[in-house]
């Protein structure tokens, strides 16, 4: 873990990827946010081989060493990754405050990983991951504000999927995406992988992090609010560790 002393003064990113990912496939969204200011980190964990329960705890230390250097730590999930993130703040109080952001995370279980568990070779897909992806959360109850982007262009293996629930992302359903407490949401016209190359997206997620809110920005010059967020932190600046290049 290296830490960019030049950037202390910056709000710090960690970038939790989804199931059968490394990270590295969210390295142009992190460009992005860079670019808005803020230092990114891939926080890289195994999805089918480790239990969640072990992931979220390293993924608390992860957080843990960035703490003592950067006051302010957000957390970026996308997928399986925003599931990592919520058992990480229920088992663990991180001790930098922060935002959290998830991308078509399946907050309610996915479908599709209730289909492919019927299957007797579903343990090769769904690994150590299966518990996480075959329950919901109902409620956010963690301190964090919560912000929430899903994608509703249906290209992606859902449409091999029988029952999968309309609109979908191509792998995740609109409605399982929705959890009661989230702080701000928005839904983009994108899949469920290509959402992390979506320049919309990115600005979204710049926004939230920086503000609390989703704001864009029409042809107006005055910038409008999408999706208040009553009560949200005013950010911090910062920086992190584990730099993403």
């Keep these: ?10 709000p710090a990113v960690v970038l939790v990827h989804g199931i059968w990912m490394t990270g590295l496939e969210m390295g142009l969204l992190a460009r992005r946010l860079r670019a808005g200011g803020f230092v990114c980190y891939r926080f890289p964990y195994s999805s089918l081989r480790r239990p969640p329960g072990y992931n979220a705890d390293t993924l608390a230390d992860f957080v ?18 925003g599931r990592i993130i919520e058992l990480t703040l229920g088992r663990h109080l991180l001790p930098a405050p922060g935002r959290v ?3 078509g995370t399946p907050f309610a279980g996915s479908h599709i990983a209730r289909r ?16 996480l992806l075959l329950t919901a959360v109902p409620r956010w109850q963690h301190q964090r504000p919560l912000g929430v982007i899903a994608g509703d262009q249906g290209l992606g293996i859902g449409l091999f999927f029988q029952g999968m629930p309309k609109p979908h992302d191509g792998t995740v359903a609109l409605e399982e995406t929705v959890i009661k407490g989230a702080t701000a949401r928005f839904t983009v016209h994108t899949a469920h992988l290509p959402m992390l190359f979506n320049r919309e997206v990115a600005a979204l997620a710049a926004a939230f992090l920086q503000t609390g809110a989703f704001i864009t920005k029409p042809l107006k010059k005055r ?6 967020a009553p009560g949200a932190a005013t950010p911090c600046r910062r920086t992190s560790l584990f730099n993403l290049k």
Excluded: C, I
């Excluded at 873990?1 to 910056?10: E, F, G, N, S």
């Excluded at 492919?116 to 518990?131: F, H, I, Y």
């Design 64 to 81: 843990g060493q960035l703490a003592p250097h950067h006051p302010v730590v957000h957390l970026l999930g996308h997928s399986l990754g």
């Design 1 to 10: 873990m290296r830490l960019d002393a030049d950037k202390d003064l910056q």
């Design 116 to 131: 492919l568990a019927r299957q007797p070779w579903s343990k090769v897909l769904l690994g150590a991951a299966a518990p």
């Design 101 to 103: 952001l998830t991308l």
């Design 223 to 228: 910038a409008t609010v999408v999706e208040p």
